[in-house]
């Protein structure tokens, strides 16, 4: 991919880098993306299955889909990409990785910071008395209880639920201070982390796209490269290291 110099020189000299990743940035791990060719479930659409209205008609198939995911995360590990910021975490002064995933990818490819918008599938809470659940509940086919009596759900945001109050003002202060912002891997239709990008741009960061194609945000950024996250991040960032190490001699 022919990077341009704009960019690596922005990405050299940064002091602040804030970061958006969504389901893309983890598909070549081999994690299903929620809205791709492979991301129905019993041809349902994460829609009628994130959310407490699915959750509340029949527990135990939200739980059976959670169940899939979780079984299909079991072995996962990784990709150049994840790999790659928490490289960049270590290395720029200021810098924040907001994640709408919830497969723990990052902090397993050794990202210190992750903000995690959407929760994390490895974790259980009650849906009823809140109380976090340190179980994993391999095995459980059907939806199971609390000892209050209330359901338990994993540790995931819903649709229609608030994120959490926390990660989510830190993601938009580090977009709102950020020189650049990198999208990646997300279709940028879901609200309010779709609007991460945008908030940078409106306070003059360089914002850049890398997705497997455009997505509603592409007109607006100031560039996009098209390809596989794992390929495309560790190619702009040899660039980068280069770039950095020539300042360094000057
Ligand atoms: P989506 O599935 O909506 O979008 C994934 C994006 O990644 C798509 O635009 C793909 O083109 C792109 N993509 C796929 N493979 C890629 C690769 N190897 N490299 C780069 N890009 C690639 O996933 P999200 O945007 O993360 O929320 O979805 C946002 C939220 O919607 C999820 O967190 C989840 C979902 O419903 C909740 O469950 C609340």
Redesign the pocket.
């Known amino acids: 991919m022919q990077f341009s110099s704009e960019l690596i020189e922005r990405l050299a000299k940064a002091k602040s880098v804030a970061v958006l990743t ?4 983890s ?2 791990s081999g994690v299903p ?4 060719e492979d ?1 129905l479930w019993k041809n349902l659409k ?2 009628e299955l ?1 959310s407490m209205d699915a959750f509340l008609k029949n527990p135990d198939l939200v739980w059976q889909w959670y169940q899939f995911r979780r079984d299909l995360m079991r072995d996962i590990t990784p990709n150049a990409a994840h790999y790659v910021l928490a490289d960049m975490e270590a290395k720029v002064e200021d810098f924040t990785l907001s994640t ?3 497969d723990g990818l990052h902090i397993r490819a050794g990202s210190q910071h992750v903000l995690e918008l ?1 929760g994390n599938i490895s974790r259980n809470r009650c849906n009823s008395c809140g109380k976090l659940i340190e179980h994993s509940f391999e095995e459980e086919k059907k939806a199971v209880h609390c000892e209050c009596g209330g359901f338990v759900r994993p540790d ?4 229609g639920e608030t994120l959490p109050a926390k990660p989510l003002y830190d993601s938009f202060a580090a977009a709102e201070r950020a020189d650049v912002y990198l999208s ?7 609200q309010p ?1 779709a609007s991460l990008p945008l908030e940078a741009k409106n306070y003059n960061a360089y914002v850049v796209e ?4 455009p ?1 509603e945000i592409s007109s607006l950024v100031d560039e996009q490269y098209h ?4 390929s495309l991040l560790p190619e702009l960032y040899k660039l980068v290291e280069e770039e950095r190490e020539l300042g360094k001699n000057h």
Do not use: D
């Open positions: 969504g389901a893309g940035i598909a070549e993306t929620f809205r791709g991301g994460p829609e994130a709408q995933n919830i959407h995931v945001v819903w649709f990646i891997g997300t279709s940028a239709v879901v982390a890398i997705n497997l194609e997505t390809g596989p996250a794992g």
